[in-house]
């Protein structure tokens, strides 16, 4: 039997891979302090079980509550451990560009790579990282595998319904996926070429292929404030697309992002999966956000670690 626990920003989620897997739900009790500090309970008998939990490091509370779990889990005496991540968080803090900077993805990959080792492994699958050596960074007692949404994402871009479009990005570090995309859906790939014009400051110079006459569908692996997404909108509507739209792996918006994103009026649709909880803060299709479900993308992952 397998039992899939998850920590509380990711309920709903769980919900979907537990109808989608069959695997019974493990139960908790958790309660917070007058000060602030969190009590966790494992009600559900785990020993000799495999047990799965789905949470994202979406913040440092999040990624505590995964570790505090995790660890119960193993002392508990569970048989095999799978962290399902849907967001990475820090993810683009993977390199250090200034002296002293601290390499923040490395030391969250590093925490979870602690947590005690259970009889049949440890493993943390990832969903579309910013970063290709993430993975790298959890200790080798870890087996860490990258998952692609990409089946999710282009169902998502088909699901626009439009004809003759071009697949752009937002600068040339998505490009290699871009490009991918845009040769299994048939179309011209176009990406904004930058400039910086200071640390904290970049111009579009050119775009690489012509969108004049045709709609714009941006692919990027997050959004989170929305500038380059909309800087980016604004290129290709200067160069002649008759419409902009947005898809991304990962749906971040803090605070009013997506109303600015909305009210800027270069994007006519976002479609984000439902990685983050805070993309579900908003109606599900409100025609203008529409969130698809990453659940298939992990339900195929843990259909290869062979639980019963």
């Not at 309920?11 to 602030?36: H, K, M, N, S, V």
């Not at 990475?88 to 990959?109: I, L, N, P, Q, W």
């Not at 169902?155 to 040339?172: E, K, N, P």
Request: with cysteine; charged share 20%.
């Amino acid at each position: 039997m397998t039992l899939l626990f998850s920590i509380r920003e990711h309920e709903a989620l769980a919900a979907e891979l537990r109808e989608l897997t069959g695997y019974d739900e493990g139960q908790l009790e958790c309660r917070i302090f007058p000060d602030g500090e969190r009590y966790l309970r494992i009600l559900s008998p785990v020993r000799a079980q495999d047990v799965v939990i789905v949470g994202g490091t979406t913040t440092d509370t999040a990624t505590l509550d995964i570790f505090d779990l995790a660890c119960g889990l193993v002392t508990a005496g569970c048989q095999s451990l799978t962290l399902l991540i849907p967001f990475f968080g820090y993810s683009t803090m993977e390199r250090a560009v200034k002296s002293g900077e601290v390499v923040t993805a490395k030391t969250r990959a590093h925490l979870l790579s602690i947590i005690p080792t259970a009889p049949g492994g440890n493993r943390v699958a990832l969903l579309d990282l910013h970063s290709e050596g993430i993975p790298h960074y959890f200790e080798p007692g870890v087996v860490s595998t990258h998952l692609y949404a990409k089946s999710v994402i282009l169902d998502a871009i088909r699901g626009l319904g439009l004809g003759d479009f071009s697949l752009g990005s937002v600068d040339a570090g998505r490009a290699k996926w871009v490009e991918s995309l845009a040769n299994d859906l048939g179309v011209v790939p176009s990406f904004v070429l930058k400039r910086r014009s200071s640390d904290r400051k970049t111009e579009v110079i050119a775009v690489s292929a012509s969108v004049s006459g045709r709609p714009v569908v941006i692919y990027d692996d997050m959004i989170r404030t929305g500038g380059s997404l909309l800087g980016a909108a604004r290129a290709f509507r200067d160069a002649g697309a008759t419409d902009v739209y947005a898809v991304a792996s990962h749906g971040v918006f803090p605070g009013d992002a997506l109303e600015r994103i909305r009210g800027s009026g270069f994007i006519r649709r976002v479609v984000v999966t439902n990685s983050h909880p805070w993309a579900m803060r908003r109606p599900a299709d409100d025609g203008f956000l529409t969130v698809r479900s990453c659940a298939p993308v992990f339900q195929a992952f843990l259909a290869t670690l062979g639980h019963a």
